[in-house]
């Protein structure tokens, strides 16, 4: 039984995550990141892919006290792990999500990853190794899972969303889309990736809730996987 994985995504009106040149764009507003901050807080840990490393140097940390001080109370540390899918261990050491306050840090590489690299890593991170060519979602999420993390909040980008939507393993997406048009056809969408070939491939969703945020709306959607009604 692999996690529960939520997906938090903010997007233009036009669909899109970040520029053409993968530059971070400020899509939601205070409202919104506080949203993100307490359903970061209530995860086991928080996931993305290493593009997202790469392009924006997140933290992924919790930033409002009151959300770790709850934490801190549940008996948890006051960040949840971070995790990072990153199959040739191309991280930098000096990644924010390595290095910016107190607790675990999980990397999952493939079999392809340079030795070398993963000994220098092991210094700031656990490494697991899970796939030959490319990170096996499935087989690093039941490691996670394994650890006793139960509940993963992904936080990008669209090929690491796109995989895990592929591989069946989404169960919940909040998809928050504000007022205004980023463009271009290389500019990065909530699933990229080679996409679904056949209508019946498609991934269908179940909207939760839709709630009017600040200048933009928020989607709440469950996502059906096979042998429930709609699939």
Request: charged share 30%.
């Amino acid at each position: 039984m692999h996690p529960y994985v939520i997906v938090n995504v903010a997007m233009s009106a036009d669909g899109k995550i970040s520029t053409r040149e993968r530059r971070q764009v400020r899509i939601s507003g205070t409202l919104d990141f506080n949203r993100v901050d307490r359903l970061k807080a209530g995860s086991d840990a928080v996931m993305i892919g290493i593009g997202t490393v790469l392009a924006d140097d997140p933290s992924l940390t919790v930033k409002e006290a009151e959300c770790r001080r709850r934490r801190r109370d549940r008996g948890e540390s006051e960040q949840p792990v971070r995790v990072i899918i990153d199959s040739m261990a191309r991280i930098p050491l000096t990644a924010a999500v390595l290095n910016k306050d107190e607790g675990t840090r999980v990397v999952a590489v493939s079999r392809r990853a340079d030795p070398e690299k993963i000994s220098r890593l092991e210094r700031k991170a656990k490494v697991i190794v899970a796939g030959d060519d490319e990170v096996d979602l499935k087989m690093a999420l039941k490691r996670l899972g394994d650890m006793g993390i139960q509940r993963i909040m992904v936080e990008g980008g669209g090929t690491l969303i796109a995989a895990l939507i592929q591989a069946g393993l989404v169960d919940e997406i909040y998809s928050f889309i504000g007022n205004i048009i980023i463009g271009g056809k290389d500019a990065p969408t909530l699933a990229d990736g080679p996409g679904f070939q056949k209508e019946t491939e498609f991934t269908r969703l179940t909207l939760l809730e839709a709630r009017r945020i600040e200048n933009g709306i928020l989607l709440h959607w469950s996502v059906e996987h096979s042998g429930q009604p709609g699939t």
